[in-house]
């Protein structure tokens, strides 16, 4: 049901609690001194005009926290790919402009920022390297930057291209680019010294992960490490990783003996919080003489930037198993060659791996159904796996997971989005406009996602004696409306009205496991397991109530927050009664454990894999290249849709930014890796006026088989696929001709392309 | 007089804000002291007088917006002004900062060129005025001296019956336009007359295209008429070329941008 | 209230007056996130310095309540789901009321072209526009 959120009123109100709103007594700030240049060897930092400031406390550089390692990978130690990690302040190199050289820290803000600007730096330039694709070249000692090639595959994809009936081969590139929240990151280090406890406030989408690298890191026990998170305003992937900055304001808090605040401005989290999404593919398909997919050969070129973060090589070993889509790809194999280059370090951002690989994809198909003559719909339809098969297994790894399509019904779905946009009609009405001499074109992607990362998440619930009921969760908000899903499920399950029901989240100290908000897993993961619990309470409520309504537990229901026969006859008692009758203290608690509470854990043995349909009508102006979206359909299965209106509220932000990414966002580099797009002025996010209407078929037709309530997440099911979309209707504006490779698409290809053509 | 004191120390005028205080946010403009004119009463006025639009240092973007000033160059100034960024931005910005400011893609400093505005400067020496022309030399700079403040900016009112037409193109709306093209024309028997004609955005600063305005003059508005100056004026510029946009597509952008202002002129 | 000349109003705002519900997403003026109300109209606030604002009349997100009632344009985001994260949505309120307040009549087109002005990250500006046509309505028929 879109019940209204429980999120909203403090942020309407203006009450909402964001890093920034957050401040501690006498705390000091921290302002951060980056690299000015993209690759040198730092040999000298001046401090000591910085440190003669009024109001500075310290400033500090490698040296100054040399005790500290680098930060290590989410999933734990990686020999091979260890050296590559980022130190939290540099040290003998730097290797991105924006890169931690030293830290300063002081009693107010601006001072701060005036201290840092008299930090000097001397550094000596070194050769810059901006393109992946060049060959890897030193990165230090006799290790090149190339860490590792990522490679999954199965088959035999030499035979299989022998065999072909046709072969196609496609040069693509996706532009680099990120989540870019309208909140830039923040940290508040804060050392309670009479607990003996390390507090991280303003953490993000997995403290309890977090929590452990950190006391990893620090060399403390996670007991005596505490993370909270305020208001989050937005994630996307990038918020909430371990970035230098929060090692930086968390050591600096003890050895200071003060709270350290540090608030990044907009031209620093451009450069230096995670960039995403540029990879370049050179792939080949071989196909039979019906357009059957036999083999797809994918080599390609990941920008990892500088260093090799938390994710490690995460994007691109994803890119690698969720490459085929849902279509039946007997041989397979790809080679993602893991390159560093001296950019913003990348990791994940929204749909990683998927979105880049559904645009190389699915401009594959469209190039099958070029070279055979086949309409794209109907290459798309011969290849869709069928759900008789499935439970589908692919020998295949994405996000640590092997890949096991577990329900959808693909076709059935592409003939549902075929008949809502009614394609016949508009592929009528666009070969009409064409011969008028309109630019126009129709845009065609397909695509499975992935949610629920497992294996297992627990919640504990707890009904007070006012018959309030709270969800302690291990989970985080991001802004999707985690507060509110988690409520209706448990207020479903316990008969109470969901306002009822308050959701704790984020916060570390009050829970010992969480799995956080990403990889579009809480609404899988937290939902099912509250419903655990949720069953747990409701079984101890029945039980206590039966026995002071001297009824059978059977004939009883809970209904508006209390126990009543389920004929609506007779006594009843309130949740809050029984809650009463649970204390330690009551009589008629008898050998029951107190409290009217109990614990709930779910696990998956898979993720589950949601699917879509994306169908585009772009228009192109031919006198400037501008490119206009004059329709648009995502029909995507999400399994079961707890509350629809929050589910299509993440499909159209997602869409926005795929927007982004296919038409306007780009992280530009020049050739001595100077970042160009630092400010909201360069780097383009679509406005209003830029995100057209969206049209969601949402389909619950095939809900997961992984979980007892069948979702199967909706995060990340609009961004996925709109590069793949919108390339494929400019595309076919342009003649269908496979003209586009690269996206972001901007006005000037396009008006080079049509007056080439013309000329 | 403070700015006669300051002016030559770093000083610099803080009027609407909207582009001075980002720079000063960056640390890229580091004036030792703002001179803050808001608050000045004669610097607000925006008057007509006979077929002069006088407007005055702090009138705002959004003063065009309504029907302040009459006839065809209210409606112009009405057109253009839509472009102008966004409506927040409006309400602060100042005309006469933006011509001060000389953004290549100031639409202000295209108006200006088209009309061949004049500026008036002031300081304690004096008050002089000097035509857009010679007052918007390269991007960003002008002819302002370090004393001087502008005051004013004078547009003609153009004759009833002109004409007048305005495109301009960017990424998104409300963007710093890649191009812009300004036209203004009458009709005497059919034919063209005074014909003016300013690209922006696309050289270092926004000016008339004489050889292009020569091939409209005399002519019968027609489709091959207006597609002749259009390509004249592509060929015509001089385009910047930046990491986004390369000389050749600015040119063709001008053209397409012309040929519709032509097109819609009204 | 005595602040440094080069202070900007929104970090008095927050810092000095305590009122967070203000936000900045990037201090240079596009993203609209600090919009507030400067004697009625909508401005970005990280451009202008606190001290311009002196005798002027301002108005920000935590003053749209009126005691337990909600301002027509808080409900309405709320009933439309027009918002997420949260960030941007009082840049949005401010902007919104403050336009129709002086324009109670604004056409679809000119509404959306003014709500262009600010960036949201999360929505997609679909339930934004909703929400703020729902209340431009209720505001007329509460005037």
């Known amino acids: 049901m879109s019940v209204e959120r429980l999120e909203d009123l403090p942020l309407v ?6 890093v920034g709103d957050v401040s501690f007594q006498h705390q000091l700030h921290m302002r951060i001194v980056r690299s000015p240049l993209a690759h040198g060897r730092l040999k000298t930092i001046e401090v000591a005009a910085a440190c003669a400031l009024p109001g500075v406390s310290a400033v500090w550089t490698a040296n100054d926290i040399a005790d500290l390692p680098p930060i290590d990978f989410r999933e734990g130690p990686n020999a091979k790919l260890a050296p590559f990690r980022q130190p939290v302040l540099a040290k003998d190199y730097v290797r991105y402009v924006g890169e931690p050289i030293a830290a300063v820290f002081a009693t107010d803000p601006y001072v701060a920022e005036d201290a840092s600007e008299l930090v000097s730096v001397d550094i000596d330039e070194l050769h810059v390297v901006v393109d992946a694709f060049a060959p890897p070249t ?32 496609l040069d693509l590139s996706i532009g680099r680019h990120s989540g870019v929240p309208l909140e830039t990151r923040g940290a508040i280090g804060r050392y309670d010294a009479a607990r003996d406890v390390l507090e991280l406030h303003g953490a993000a989408k997995v403290p309890h992960k977090n929590r452990e690298s950190l006391a990893r890191m620090l060399g403390r026990s996670t007991a005596g490490i505490h993370l909270y998170e305020s208001n989050v305003g937005g994630g996307f992937g990038v918020r909430g990783e371990i970035y230098p900055e929060d090692i930086l304001v968390l050591v600096a808090a003890i050895r200071l003996g003060r709270p350290v605040k540090w608030l990044e401005d907009r031209r620093e989290h451009m450069i230096a919080a995670n960039h995403s999404r540029q990879q370049r593919h050179r792939i080949r398909a071989a196909v039979d003489g019906q357009g059957h997919l036999l083999a797809i050969d994918d080599e390609f070129f990941h920008d990892q930037g500088a260093y090799i973060r938390t994710h490690g090589t995460r ?57 055979l003559g ?43 989005a075929l008949a809502r946009c009614d394609w016949a009609k508009l592929e009528a009405d666009v070969l009409r406009r064409r011969s008028a001499g309109e630019y126009v074109g129709l845009g065609l992607a397909m695509y499975v996602e992935k949610s629920g990362l497992g294996p297992t998440d627990g919640v504990r619930i707890n009904v007070d004696t006012d018959g309030v009921i709270e969800v302690i969760t291990g989970g985080a908000s991001v802004g999707q409306g985690f507060e509110t899903v988690i409520a209706q499920v448990c207020a479903e399950m316990l008969g109470v009205n969901y306002r009822k029901v308050r959701v704790v989240h984020g916060r570390t100290d009050r829970i010992e496991h969480g799995i956080g908000a990403h990889a579009t897993r809480a609404t899988v993961m937290t939902a099912n397991a509250t419903v655990v619990a949720a069953d747990k309470v409701r079984a101890k409520a029945l039980n206590v109530a039966a026995q002071l309504l001297q009824e059978d537990a059977s004939k009883l229901t809970i209904s508006n927050g209390k126990v009543v026969r389920a004929d609506g006859v007779g006594a009843y008692i309130s949740l809050g009664d029984i809650a009463h009758h649970l204390q330690p203290t009551s009589s008629t608690r008898g050998d029951r454990n107190p409290g009217l509470a109990a614990e709930g854990w779910f696990t998956t043995a898979h993720m589950t894999y949601p699917y879509g349909v994306q169908i585009a009508l772009v228009k192109i102006d031919p006198g400037t290249g501008a490119i206009h979206i004059e329709k648009m359909l995502i029909a995507f299965d999400v399994g079961r849709a707890i509350n629809p209106a929050l589910v299509r509220g993440q499909l159209v932000g997602g869409f926005a930014q795929g927007l982004g990414g296919a038409l306007f966002e780009e992280f530009q580099y020049d050739d001595r890796g100077q970042p160009l797009s630092v400010t909201l002025a360069d780097y383009l996010i679509p406005t209003a006026n830029e995100v057209p209407e969206v049209d969601i078929l949402l389909a619950e037709d095939a809900p997961s088989k992984c979980n007892p309530l069948g979702i199967k997440g909706a995060g990340e099911g609009g961004v996925a696929a709109v590069g793949a979309v919108i390339a494929s209707a400019v595309d076919d504006a342009l003649g269908g001709k496979g003209l586009i490779s690269r996206i972001p698409i901007t006005p000037q290809t396009i008006k080079a392309i049509i007056d080439n053509v013309e000329t | ?71 065809v160059t209210g409606a112009l100034l009405r057109k253009v002004v839509q472009n102008i960024a966004h409506y927040p931005i409006r309400t602060r910005g100042t005309f006469c900062g933006s011509v001060a ?42 002819a302002l001296a370090e004393d001087e403040l502008v005051v004013a900016a004078e547009l003609p009112m153009l004759p009833e019956g002109t004409l007048t037409g305005f495109k301009e193109f960017s990424r998104r709306k409300g963007d710093f336009a890649i191009a812009m093209a300004l036209v203004t024309h009458r009709l005497e028997s059919g034919a063209i007359v005074e014909p003016r004609v300013a690209i922006g955005g696309a050289e270092t600063h926004p000016r008339r295209l004489r050889e292009v305005e020569a091939v409209l003059s005399g002519e019968t508005p027609n489709e091959s008429v207006f597609s002749a100056a259009a390509e004249t004026a592509a060929l015509a510029i001089d385009p910047m070329e930046d990491v986004n946009s390369t000389a050749a597509y600015r040119r063709r952008l001008v053209q397409a941008l012309l040929q519709r202002a032509l097109d819609t002129a009204a | 209230m005595i602040v440094e000349p080069r202070r900007t109003l929104v970090d008095v705002i927050r810092d000095d007056c305590g009122l967070t519900g203000t936000h900045i997403g ?45 301002h027509p344009m808080q409900e309405a985001f709320i009933r439309h789901h027009g918002l997420q994260c949260g960030f941007c949505t009082p840049g949005f309120l401010m902007l919104a009321v403050g ?34 046509r729902a209340a431009a309505a209720s505001m007329k028929a509460q005037a």
């Open chain 1, 138 to 169: 030193q990165f230090v000692g006799a290790l090149m930057t190339e860490p590792t090639i990522c490679r999954q595959g199965y088959g035999n994809v030499t035979a299989a291209f022998k065999n072909a009936a046709a072969v196609v081969e």
């Open chain 1, 374 to 416: 086949l309409s794209r719909v109907e290459v798309r339809r011969r290849n869709l796996i069928s759900p008789e098969e499935m439970p589908y297994e692919r020998p295949l790894v994405a996000l640590g997971d092997e890949v096991v399509l577990d329900s959808g019904d693909y076709e059935g779905l592409l003939d549902k």
């Open chain 3, 26 to 70: 990037c201090e240079h003026g596009v993203c609209g996130a600090c919009t507030i109300l400067l004697d009625g109209e909508p401005m970005r606030s990280c451009l202008m310095f606190a001290v311009q604002a002196h005798g002027r009349s301002l108005r920000t997100v935590e003053g749209l309540q009126q005691g337990e009632r909600l």
């Open chain 2, 101 to 142: 400011n000389a953004d290549p893609a100031s639409e202000w400093c295209c108006v200006m060129a088209a009309l061949d505005g004049v500026v008036i400067l002031r300081s304690q020496r004096g008050t002089r005025r000097i035509s857009a022309a010679d007052f918007c030399q390269g991007v960003m700079t002008t």
């Open chain 1, 315 to 371: 994007v691109a070993d994803t890119a690698c198993g969720i490459l085929p889509g849902p279509y039946r790809l007997p041989h397979f194999q790809a080679n993602g060659h893991f390159r560093l280059t001296n950019k913003t370090p990348a990791a994940t951002y929204r749909s990683p791996g998927r979105y880049e690989t559904n645009f190389v994809r699915e401009q594959v198909m469209d190039a099958i159904a070029r070279k």
């Open chain 1, 13 to 18: 109100t203006g009450h909402g609690c964001f």
């Open chain 3, 99 to 132: 336009v129709l307040e002086k324009r109670p009549d604004l056409s679809n087109e000119e509404l959306l072209d003014i709500l262009a002005s600010n960036l949201c990250r999360c929505t997609g500006y679909e339930n934004i526009i909703k929400a703020v």
């Open chain 2, 1 to 71: 007089m403070l700015l006669a004191e300051l002016g030559p120390q770093d000083g610099r005028i803080l009027a609407g804000g909207q582009s001075l205080v980002p720079t000063m946010a960056f640390r890229l403009a580091r004036p030792t002291h703002l001179i803050d004119i808001n608050g000045i009463a004669e610097l607000a006025a925006l008057t007509v007088t006979g077929d002069v639009v006088n407007i005055g240092a702090c009138v705002r973007h959004a003063a065009f917006d309504g029907d302040t000033v009459p006839g």
